[in-house]
Nanobody, 110 residues
């Protein structure tokens, strides 16, 4: 059983930056990791994914503004977000190999 613990969410003004972190425990080998988000009244959507070897995938809505990275030694994935917009406001979930974190709130004020 893999446990994922997110951190780094918060309130930021439009144009600002945030860095989310997610630490995985309970498995010695974590393969795919990523971030999803869900805004009120909307479906959960992909933000970014990263494979163990570093291959990345981004949603078009965040491409160029977000960078996903990982530290395999720490089983930790990061999401650096910049040029944040009010529409980025959502609960951000960490995901890894079918497991989900509890989510961390990101709120962007205009």
């Amino acid at each position: 059983q893999v446990q994922l613990v997110e951190s780094g969410g918060g309130l930021v003004q439009a144009g600002g930056s945030l860095r989310l972190s997610c630490a995985a425990s309970g498995s010695s080998t974590i393969y795919n990791m990523g971030w999803y988000r869900q805004a009120p009244g909307k479906q959960r959507e992909l933000v970014a994914l990263i494979g163990r070897g570093g291959t990345t995938t981004y949603a078009l809505s965040v491409k160029g503004r977000c960078t996903i990275s990982r530290d395999n030694a720490k089983n930790t994935v990061y999401l650096q977000m910049s040029s944040l917009k009010p529409e980025d406001t959502a609960l951000y979930y960490c995901w890894s190999d079918q497991y989900w974190g509890q989510g961390t709130q990101v709120t962007v004020s205009s």
